[in-house]
């Protein structure tokens, strides 16, 4: 029975004679405001704890920055890392590049999900920011870098702790 067929129903009850349909609505207090169907929504509004918001905003801003920077001078963001230097993979053609593109992917969906303010939205943001941040912590710890490991580990955990925290 579709939703419109019991709604149907529910008016034929309340407008019946019989008392027993009078008394069957009573009973169980029908009424057709109930029927009416909800709006549909897609703009979750569950609240996001301020700090959350704030940590977002620091990360899409030194995200952004940072991969500018490795635009115009690659050498000057990546220069602690000597295999890049040696194997000429500060071409924008390579994997600095992809590297690139992906930062300034990740803090555009970061700055479009804040902007939003919708909680669904925040939490796949920071979805993809712990299984990046987690990436680059493994990569980081196989090349040897570890103040970047360190800063990619302590990133990851605040993003699940705040991934946990948002509620929808």
């Known amino acids: 029975m579709g939703q419109t067929d019991l709604r149907e ?17 009573t009973q169980y207090q029908l009424n057709y405001k109930y029927l009416k ?6 703009h979750v509004t569950i609240s996001i704890p301020r700090w959350i918001k704030i940590y977002l905003w620091i990360t899409a801003f030194i995200t952004i920055s940072a991969s500018l920077a490795g635009y115009f001078k690659p050498d000057a963001l990546l220069k602690t ?13 390579g994997p600095l590049g992809l590297f690139l593109s992906r930062n300034v992917a990740t803090a555009v969906v970061t700055a479009f999900a804040l902007v939003k303010n919708n909680s669904s939205m925040i939490k796949l943001v ?12 493994i990569n980081n710890l196989i090349a ?4 970047v490991a360190i ?10 702790f705040a991934f946990s925290k948002i509620k929808s």
């Open 151 to 160: 800063m990619g580990g302590v990133m990851c955990l605040i993003e699940i």
């Open 81 to 93: 890392w000597e295999a890049l230097l040696a194997a000429g993979a500060l071409s924008l053609a």
């Open 144 to 147: 040897g870098n570890m103040p």
């Open 37 to 42: 169907p909800k709006k549909m929504t897609n």
């Open 126 to 137: 920071l979805l993809l920011r712990i299984v990046s941040d987690g990436l680059d912590l």
């Open 9 to 25: 129903f529910f008016v034929f009850l309340k407008t019946s004679n019989s008392k027993f349909y009078r008394k069957l609505i």
